[in-house]
């Protein structure tokens, strides 16, 4: 019996009790926070998405290139709209991924889409590739769960987790397990296929709860078939806070704490800027602040979320241990990630060749996506003009493979602690580690002076540095495997 279109769509009307208690105090009189409720995001007021499309007409041109086969942009296209130059390369790359000639079938990359993305329990993306599998109109039966699924997908599950949480566990065993399995075996192009769309819908979901993006209603679909949501949340839930009525009462920070805030970040950068030409570390003192900046990665946040139990969803159909994850390292003590270094295993000079000679052309792709990100730059920072952001950019991709225990034996970790302010390094590790809990708080309360252009391009240096940290122990064990 197939899955009904239907039996994924979850009343999106609940009301928690923190909205509840919300309404009680607006009836009251009391004011209270209120998120963007329509529009792309829950983050960003969809006017600033709008003018954005409108002043660059380039814009216009590659919403009306990534149109879906209904005939309607999404969501997640036109905030990240927002830098047009950097949108072309990934739709470009994304394009590729699921649609040019590959290695893999069409219906199973999509499918593999969804089993990285519930990982998450992101139902956007979910919602997205299921609606592709409708119309495709083949293997229907897997929507109804993982375990309807042929069993060499699901022997994909092992590496989805890993990578998807704690990456440094993956090992060559891993990639011999998966392309040494008689009838339900990989080849190495196959896998590097999958591994690559794993990566990329990993950090995918990161970008789509980074960026507050709002579940989606596909009102031409013929099916009926509308967004999967998280059936015990609030529609609240991406906009506020789990603790928002603690807050109802307290003031947002004034105008010149954030000024001042702004103020202090750029005489940081310039004080670095001259400490660098005049004094170098010594490598012994880099590789101390790398090890003390992982160390002191693990606890940011971790205080807050400890208690924290994500609630079943219907998306949780695609998930196996679903309690698996990057929180429960750091929970049961287990020793550090390794130390990564990049100049044993680096991106450019290793992961590049491997990936683009068994799967060709992505390479090329995925290092122009990852250069983008990297190198995007208006020579703006908030209300200042001229300035040079690369150090800025370089702590925020660097402090991400940090986490990730990836070390770069040119880069003073030192410069981390210096240019990122505590709400930021939180921001950061709730967006890459566990995304389904960033809330508009969090968003909220780094660079209050700052566009949100400019915020959305922090969301898109976390999601490429996360791609690529994934990808490196990935290749790498590949590699391992090969040889």
């Not at 606890?299 to 994500?310: T, Y």
Request: net charge negative; charged share 25%.
């Amino acid at each position: 019996m197939n899955v009904s279109a239907e039996s994924f769509t979850s009343n999106p009307f609940h009301i928690c009790n923190i909205c509840q208690k919300v309404i009680r105090k607006k009836e009251k009189g009391v004011r209270v926070p209120r998120p963007f409720s329509s529009g792309p995001s829950a983050f960003i007021p969809e006017e600033e998405i709008v003018e954005a499309s409108q002043v660059d007409p380039h814009t216009e041109q590659i919403l009306a290139e990534a149109y879906s086969p209904s005939g309607h942009v999404d969501h997640l296209t036109r905030v990240m709209g927002l830098h047009p130059h950097y949108l072309e390369s990934f739709l470009r790359s994304q394009f590729y991924l699921l649609r040019m000639d590959g290695p893999l079938p069409l219906h199973c990359r999509h499918y593999i889409a969804i089993m990285a993305a519930a990982r998450h329990q992101c139902s956007f993306l979910v919602s997205l590739h299921v609606r592709e599998f409708y119309r495709m109109g083949m293997c229907l039966d897997w929507l109804k769960g993982l375990q309807y699924a042929p069993q060499r997908l699901r022997n994909l599950n092992e590496i989805n987790k890993i990578l998807a949480h704690r990456p440094w566990l993956i090992t060559k065993e891993h990639i011999q397990n998966l392309v040494k399995t008689g009838e339900h075996s990989w080849s190495l192009a196959e896998l590097v296929h999958a591994v690559v769309l794993l990566a990329h819908f990993h950090a995918l979901a990161s970008f789509v709860f980074g960026s507050g993006i709002n579940p989606q209603v596909d009102t031409q679909n013929a099916n009926g078939f509308q967004s999967v949501y998280i059936s015990n949340y609030c529609t609240c839930d991406l906009a506020s806070d789990h603790h928002l009525d603690r807050d109802l009462s307290s003031t947002s920070p004034g105008t010149t704490d954030s000024v001042s805030e702004l103020e202090a970040l750029m005489d940081r950068m310039k004080r670095l800027q001259e400490e660098r030409e005049e004094d170098e570390a010594s490598q012994e003192e880099m590789a101390t602040r790398f090890e003390k900046e992982k160390k002191e990665s693990l606890l940011v946040g971790s205080g807050d979320m400890k208690d924290e139990v994500m609630p079943t969803s219907k998306v949780s159909r695609f998930v196996e241990d679903a309690t698996f994850g990057y929180q429960n390292f750091a929970r049961h003590g287990e020793d550090n990630p390794p130390t990564f270094r990049a100049q044993d295993y680096s991106w450019k000079d290793h992961g590049f060749s491997l990936v683009n000679r068994l799967y060709s052309d992505i390479g090329l792709l995925l290092d122009d996506k990852f250069r983008t990100a990297c190198d995007l730059t208006y020579y703006n920072m908030a209300s200042h003009e001229d300035v040079d952001t690369t150090m800025l950019r370089r702590a925020l991709f660097n402090y991400v493979h940090c986490m990730y225990g990836i070390r770069y034996d040119d880069y003073d970790y030192g410069e981390v602690n210096q240019l990122l302010e505590r709400s930021l390094k939180v921001y950061i590790k709730t967006v890459t580690c566990y995304p389904e809990r960033t809330t508009r708080r969090m968003y909220d309360s780094y660079w209050r002076q700052f566009r949100h252009s400019e915020k959305v391009h922090v969301n898109l240096l976390l999601m490429e540095a996360r791609m690529q940290a994934e990808l490196l122990y990935a290749l790498r064990a590949i590699t391992r495997y090969m040889t």
